[in-house]
């Protein structure tokens, strides 16, 4: 749980979301070419933005919650009151993994919600033989937990000394579950939740790899192993493949994080 605060409240963290949001929003609002699928640039724009959300958070929030933790005596602190190493990286990796899914569900929700409008404003034009745009109440809800949880985080900073950043990440949870009850059309929100899911299904392998690396090695060679893992497996890193290579970084994790020397 501390670990996903910690990596809620990095100030990147919500810049990723807030940028994942504006893709999922933006990109079908402003396009008017539809062919013969009202839907489909809501859908495609929701999962890019899933994917690159949860890879930026994943590799981001691993190195950087794991070097902070061995550099500053951290880690020392837990191991040394009888938690072991392997213990220690396996929650460190639980916690992670509840921060990405937390920044996923955000970005999931709010593009449920831009398909939804899609599909409504495919309805629409159907009828009156216009161009087919996002519907306009769909569109405004789907803009909510970009602009409120700023306004809504700095009153709570400045009247209540809540955290900026956390609060604003969590408020654009909120926002983003509570839009999903505007004109839901549940069998749809399923379908694409299903394909928000298989998109993002590699992202726990590249979070495992990061926090491997980040054990043995400083912060930038770290990211750069990291992002090199990215690069060779998007291709290929796909349905069963995907279980052995995360069983391998966590192997890989815990034989360097025990091997680590933490002062």
Known sequence: MTT?????????????????????????????????????????????????????????????????????????????????????????LAGLLLSCAFCWLTVAATSVVMVNG????????????????????????????IVLPFVLGAVLNRFFAFRFVLSAN?????????????????????????????????VPVWLFASAAFASRFKANAAFTFAALVVVLQLPFLKGWAILPAAAFFVYLGEVLFDECDIA
């Open 118 to 145: 899609a599909a409504i404003g495919g309805r629409v034009a159907a009828r009156t033989g216009d161009i087919a745009k996002i519907w306009g109440p769909s569109l405004a809800v789907a803009l909510c937990p």
């Open 4 to 92: 996903a605060l910690e990596v809620l409240s990095e100030p990147l963290v919500l810049l990723t979301n807030l940028c994942a949001l504006t893709l999922a929003v933006l990109s079908p609002a402003f396009h008017y070419h539809q062919f013969g699928e009202p839907t489909r640039m809501a859908r495609d724009a929701g999962i890019s933005a899933a994917i690159v959300c949860g890879t930026v958070i994943a590799v981001y929030g691993a190195i950087k919650t794991f070097r902070r933790d061995i550099e500053s005596g951290t880690a020392a602190v837990c191991l040394s009151h009888g938690v072991s190493r392997g213990g220690y990286f396996r929650a460190k």
């Open 170 to 202: 969590v408020l654009a949870l909120i926002l983003s579950i509570l839009g999903l009850f505007y004109r839901s059309d549940f069998a749809l929100a399923a379908d694409h939740l299903w394909s928000l899911v298989g998109a993002v299904l590699p």
